[in-house]
């Protein structure tokens, strides 16, 4: 959703005193309390605070059991009331996962095949539209233009008239040739639901995954829906002339779906029926295991290769995005910006994370949650790097990171075909920082420096890391380079007006 079209003009700053954003956002809840636990907990509270998160529902699941459910912070800051059990929140584009279930049964049934043309099954469609297959549609690679232009909302008095407008529009691009994010590829599925169960898609939805789950709390909704003990939405973006920006006001969010995309963003739930739900999955109660696979398999494009919304969320699957990478990988449900399910196969492990700020992306910070049950996934020992810097990673942990440039110069000497990217070099840096590490991030932005000495980028990250050190003349030194690799660099210009 396009946030401009729903951010309300009624700006709320949240005035919490540091003692009282403590206090609110201790957790209220446990299944558990272990030291395990206990740092779960610390996690969370210091990323709310980080990304000024109001409220946040916690639940994690490891081998068969719902291990951790928490609630954390305000459901409704004006009025001080606490996220609890009770408390539901919008899930988004998490709904496409349920959507994509739904297909999978279908399947299962005998009703479908995800690699017919939609056509097939709904004739009245536009010609070009008609020979995009089941699975293009469940993975947005069909090309078919989005009934939600630049994200604006759609209304239910909206709704018939851009469904007869988004008929007359060409298509995007090439059906296989791309990922396109599009909402109008869920309203097809929709359509799908309602002519092969015989009963509108919400119902079929409710009856074959809520009723049969036991989810008492979850349901289609938007802001017009009177929904006890529902949470309010919150960003800290605001319009300014017609573009997003993140401000310090804290401001009120109102989200509306029309009912034919409630298949793509409509439902709502908590943190523990979403619980129940993944654990339904994994234990084969919705789906069968080969159902399962293709569930999460990401669908390729028609150059063999996988596409999602960002390095991490690398793939789309039907209805899930994914996360493609040799250790631990996952099934990556986002909604709004704001909340996620990771389901991770390998390791019988659920992640869910819901939230009420928009602009939260607790999918940046879930592996971190998963680690404290899976250790092998924590950062420190390199996780979540490509394989070949994971193991310099744990060479230089026990030798030591100033040692980073003679070890890669020794396996250059072994084999002529050694390389590590630069990008790969540099987010290792980063990562490092993020760690609080900016001594041992110093010597990696040091080998990137020596590896790619024509890189303004790796000067640029160097200077960066020697001014967070406080050693101004090199920080200065290595700034005059990056303005001399690429004398544009509006950032080197600044710094160095700072510092000189």
């Known amino acids: 959703m396009k946030m401009t079209t729903y951010l309300a003009a009624l700006g709320m700053t949240l005035t919490l005193t540091t003692n009282t954003w403590a206090q609110a956002i201790q957790p209220t809840q446990s299944t558990q309390r272990t030291p ?42 004006q009025d001080s009331v606490p996220v609890t059990s009770r408390t539901v929140f919008p899930i988004n584009s998490i709904t496409k996962a349920f959507t994509g279930v739904a297909v999978m049964q279908l399947v299962e049934a005998g009703k479908l095949d995800l690699a017919a043309p939609i056509g097939q099954y709904l004739p009245g469609l536009p010609a070009a539209w008609q020979p995009v297959t089941i699975r293009q549609l469940l993975a947005h690679s069909s090309g078919i233009p989005n009934i939600m232009p630049d994200d604006e909302q759609v209304s239910e008095a909206e709704q018939q008239a851009a469904w007869a407008k988004v008929q007359t529009q060409p298509m995007e691009f090439k059906t296989g040739e791309k990922f396109g994010y599009n909402q109008t590829n869920y309203l097809l599925l929709g359509k799908l ?21 036991g989810m008492p709390r979850t349901g289609f909704a ?41 298949t793509a963003a409509g439902l709502n739930s908590t943190a523990a029926d979403m619980a129940h739900w993944a654990l339904a999955l994994q234990q084969g109660q919705l789906l069968k295991p080969a159902s399962l696979t293709t569930l999460w398999t990401p669908v390729p494009l028609n150059n063999g290769q996988t596409a999602g919304f960002s390095r991490q969320l690398n793939g789309y699957a039907a209805g899930w995005p994914t996360v493609g990478r040799p250790e631990h990988p996952a099934a990556a449900a986002v909604g709004g910006g704001r909340s996620a399910v990771f389901v991770y196969p390998n390791d019988d492990l659920a992640v869910v994370v819901l939230t009420n700020l928009i602009g939260a992306n607790p999918d940046r910070f879930v592996d971190e949650i998963a680690s404290f049950y899976v250790p092998d996934m924590r950062v420190a020992t390199g996780f979540g790097l490509p394989p070949q810097l994971r193991a310099l990673h744990q060479q230089l942990r026990k030798q030591g990171f100033d040692k980073a440039l003679e070890l890669v110069r020794q396996e250059q000497k072994k084999n002529a075909a050694y390389q590590l990217p630069e990008d790969d070099v540099n987010a290792w840096g980063y990562s490092l920082l993020r760690q609080n590490q900016p001594k041992e991030a110093l010597e990696i932005f040091k080998l990137n420096v020596s590896l790619y000495p024509s890189s303004a980028n790796t000067y640029d990250s160097l200077a960066e890391t020697y001014q967070e050190l406080g050693n101004k003349p090199l920080a200065v030194k290595n700034y005059k380079q990056v303005l001399k690799l690429d004398p544009n660099s509006r950032n080197a210009a600044e710094q160095l007006k700072k510092l000189q």
């Open 193 to 213: 639901i309602d002519k092969l169960s015989g009963q509108p898609f919400a119902q079929f939805i409710e009856q074959k995954q809520l009723w049969a789950v």
């Open 222 to 262: 938007d802001a017009h829906t009177v929904t006890p003990h529902a949470v309010r939405g919150y960003s800290f973006l605001h319009a300014v002339d017609g573009e997003l920006r993140r401000g310090k006001e804290l401001r009120n969010v109102f989200e509306v779906f029309a009912p034919m995309l409630y």
């Open 36 to 77: 395990a636990a206990d740092s779960v907990d610390m996690l969370v509270q210091n990323k709310m605070r980080q990304l000024r998160i109001p409220g946040l529902q916690l639940a994690v699941v490891h081998h068969g059991k719902i291990v951790k459910l928490n609630n954390y912070g305000l459901a409704n800051v």
